[in-house]
C-alpha cells in the first residue's frame, strides 16, 4: 500500500494509493500528521510517498516513531531530471507540477545552509509543525504518477554514452535513494556518541590553554607564531599566504604557493614550524572550542545529511563538517557505557567497482582477492603492488602521464575491458557529452561542471574548448564519475540494507561516510551487528551486479572508540 502525505501545519491530508498512483480510498484530513503516520505505520506498514523525507520524517523521528518504506519525490524528481539531460532544474513538487502543466516553473526554496547552527538544529529536530508546501495533495499524487511513466520510459532508451539504462535500474536507484534520505534523518536524529570531555582534553594537549581573550588563538599557536617569526627574522601572520611567500623571498626561497608538498622542498627552519602551526590551526578553527559548543549537545553531535549532495551520489552535510572529521577528533567519538562502536570499511571500493561493471573476466579474478592491488600485482606487474595500484587508480583518476604511462600501458594490455570503459567515458565528457552512473545517475552538463568547479578549464581554455585542456579536464570528470556514482550506489544499497537489518534491535546508525558505516549498539549486540553489516554487503553486491566474481570485503571492527577502528 503507498499513502501520500500532504502535511499542513501540525496536521496534513492522507491518501491511499495502488502502486500506480491509482486514489485506493479518500482524502482524509488529520490534526496530527505524526501520529497518524505513526498509527498507520504500526498497522499496515506502508510505503509513504512525500514531497521531502528531510521536512516530513524529522517530525516523526523526534515523536519516537519510525516508518520502514518511503518513496522521496524531489530526489526522484533531481534524478530523473539529470537522466533527461536538465540537471539543476528546480525539483520541488511545486516545480515539477508547473512543468507538467506548462506553467511558469518556480525556483527551489533556499537552502537552509546558511542557518546559525542552532537554529539549523532546531529546524531539524524542534519543530512541530511545517509551513505548508506550495501545491496540493492531488499535485503531489500527479507528479508521482508522471515520475512513473518517465521511469518506464527511461528503461526503453536506446544506448547511451556511460552505462545505458536498464529495466528497472532507474526504479532501484530511487529506491535506494529515498531509503538512504530516511537513514540520513535518523542519523541526525540519533547523533553520533561525542565525549566533550574528551574532546577538550585532547584540544589542550595538542593546543594549549584556550586564550583567555573571546576568540584568540590558543597558547600554543601563540607560542608558534613567535618562533616562525624568530624563524623568518619578521613577524608574519601564519594563515596570510601572501605574507609567507614574500618573507621566504626575502630568505631567498620563490615558492609558488604554500602548500605542504611544496614547503616540504624548503630547507629553511621556519618550515617544520610552519607545517605544525598549519596542522594545529586547521584543528582549532574546524573542530575546536567554538565547534565543540555549538555542534556537541546531551553527548552526541547532530549534522544534517543530505544524501546525493554531491553530483556523483555521495553524501554532504549542512553543519559540523559531519563527513570532514579528522582522526584525531575521533578520539572523542566514544561509544555510551555498556555500548560498543561497530565500523565497517569497504576497502578498495572503486576498484572493485570497475572491475563489476566492466565485465573485465582477468580484473574480476583478481577483485576476488583479499587484496585487488597484490593479486593485480601478482598477475600484470612482476609483482609491485605499488605500480599495480599506481596503473589502476591512474585509469580511474585520468593520471595518465609522468610515471603512470608504464603502468598504464601494461593495464591497458592486461585488462582491455576495464581500460575500454574508462577511455569511453572519459571520450564522451571531452566532447561534451553525458555519462551514467550503473543505475542511471547521470553526470551534470559541461557548463555546471565548470560553474561548480570540480575540474577548471587549463591556462587559454575557450568556454568551447572541447578538445583542448577543458576537454581533458571534463574528460577526467566523467572519466571517474561512472566509476565513483556506482560506487556510491553500491554504498547507498548497503545502507538500506543494513537498515532493514536492525529492525528489531536497539542499535542505531550513526555515521556514514562515502564507504563507511559506524552502528552505535548495546555490546551484545555487537556480533549480530557485525554480521548484518557483511550480509548487507554481499546483498549490495548481487542487487547490483549479479552473479559477479567480484566480492567486496568489509573491514570491521568493534571498538569503544572511533578513532580505533583499523
Known amino acids: 500500500m503507498l499513502i501520500a502525505v500532504f502535511p499542513e501545519g501540525a496536521g496534513g491530508r492522507l491518501r491511499p494509493l495502488a502502486d500506480d498512483g491509482t486514489p485506493s480510498g479518500p482524502e482524509q484530513p488529520v490534526p496530527d500528521l505524526v501520529a497518524a503516520i505513526a498509527r498507520i505505520e504500526a498497522a499496515d506498514r506502508p510505503r509513504w510517498l512525500w514531497a521531502s523525507t528531510a521536512d516530513v520524517y524529522s517530525r516523526v523521528v523526534r515523536a519516537g516513531a519510525r516508518v520502514e518504506r518511503c518513496y522521496d519525490l524531489e530526489l526522484a524528481e533531481a534524478l530523473l531530471l539529470g537522466a533527461e539531460g536538465r540537471w539543476g532544474e528546480p525539483r520541488s513538487v511545486a516545480a515539477a507540477s508547473a512543468r507538467l502543466a506548462g506553467r511558469p516553473v518556480p525556483p527551489d526554496p533556499p537552502s537552509r545552509a546558511a542557518l546559525p547552527p542552532g537554529e539549523l538544529q532546531a529546524s531539524l ?57 530516511l537513514v540520513a534523518v535518523e542519523m541526525g536524529g540519533a547523533g553520533l556518541p561525542w565525549r566533550a570531555d574528551v574532546h577538550d582534553a585532547l584540544l589542550r594537549e595538542m593546543l594549549g590553554a584556550p586564550s583567555a581573550v573571546g576568540g584568540g588563538p590558543p597558547a600554543r599557536l601563540v607560542e608558534l607564531n613567535e618562533r616562525l617569526n624568530e624563524a623568518l627574522g619578521q613577524r608574519v601572520h601564519p594563515e596570510s599566504p601572501a605574507e609567507l611567500l614574500r618573507a621566504f623571498a626575502r630568505a631567498g626561497f620563490m615558492l609558488r604557493s604554500t602548500r605542504r608538498w611544496e ?157 575500454d570503459l574508462v577511455e569511453e567515458a572519459a ?36 568556454p568551447d574548448d572541447r578538445g583542448g585542456a577543458r576537454g581533458r579536464a571534463r574528460g577526467r570528470f566523467t572519466r571517474n564519475f561512472v566509476i565513483q556514482g556506482t560506487a556510491a550506489e553500491w554504498a547507498l544499497v548497503l545502507l538500506a540494507r543494513l537498515r532493514a537489518a536492525l529492525t528489531g534491535l536497539r542499535a542505531e546508525l550513526v555515521f556514514f561516510q562515502h564507504d563507511e558505516v559506524v552502528v552505535h549498539c548495546p555490546r551484545d549486540e555487537a556480533a549480530a551487528v557485525s554480521e548484518a553489516v557483511q550480509a548487507a554487503a554481499e546483498e549490495a553486491r548481487r542487487l547490483l551486479f549479479g552473479e559477479t566474481e567480484v566480492r567486496f570485503p568489509l573491514d570491521v571492527s568493534v571498538v569503544e572508540a572511533y578513532a580505533d577502528a583499523k
Open 125 to 181: 529536530f524542534e519543530v512541530d509543525a511545517l509551513e505548508a508546501p506550495a501545491g496540493s495533495l492531488a499535485g503531489l499524487v500527479e507528479v508521482y504518477v508522471a515520475q512513473r511513466a518517465r521511469i518506464a520510459a527511461l528503461a526503453q532508451e536506446p544506448a547511451a554514452p556511460g552505462f545505458p539504462p536498464r529495466a528497472g535500474a532507474m526504479r532501484t536507484l530511487v529506491a535506494a535513494e529515498s531509503a538512504g534520505a
Open 263 to 419: 614547503l616540504q622542498q624548503v630547507d629553511h627552519p621556519a618550515v617544520p614550524i610552519l607545517l605544525e602551526y598549519k596542522e594545529l590551526y586547521r584543528l582549532w578553527v574546524a573542530h575546536g572550542w567554538t565547534w565543540l559548543e555549538q555542534w556537541v549537545t546531551g553527548g552526541r553531535f547532530r549534522a544534517e545529511y543530505i544524501p546525493g549532495g554531491v553530483v556523483s551520489g555521495r553524501w554532504a552535510t549542512r553543519g559540523g563538517g559531519a563527513l570532514q572529521i579528522p582522526k584525531v577528533v575521533r578520539k572523542a567519538v566514544v561509544a555510551d557505557p555498556g555500548w560498543t562502536l561497530v565500523v565497517a570499511d569497504a576497502g578498495q571500493l572503486e576498484p572493485r567497482v570497475l572491475a563489476a561493471v566492466s565485465g573485465d573476466g582477468r580484473l574480476a579474478r583478481a577483485a576476488a582477492e583479499g587484496d585487488l592491488y597484490a593479486a593485480l600485482a601478482a598477475e600484470a606487474f612482476d609483482g609491485d603492488r605499488a605500480k599495480a595500484k599506481l596503473a589502476l587508480l591512474g585509469a580511474m583518476y585520468g593520471q595518465t602521464g609522468g610515471n603512470a604511462a608504464p603502468a598504464l600501458a601494461a593495464l591497458r594490455r592486461f585488462y582491455p575491458a576495464a581500460w
Open 427 to 462: 571520450r564522451t565528457g571531452e566532447a561534451g557529452g553525458l555519462v551514467r552512473t550503473w543505475l542511471g545517475r547521470t553526470c551534470p552538463p559541461p557548463s555546471v561542471t565548470w560553474r561548480e568547479g570540480f575540474d577548471g578549464p587549463g591556462e587559454g581554455a575557450e
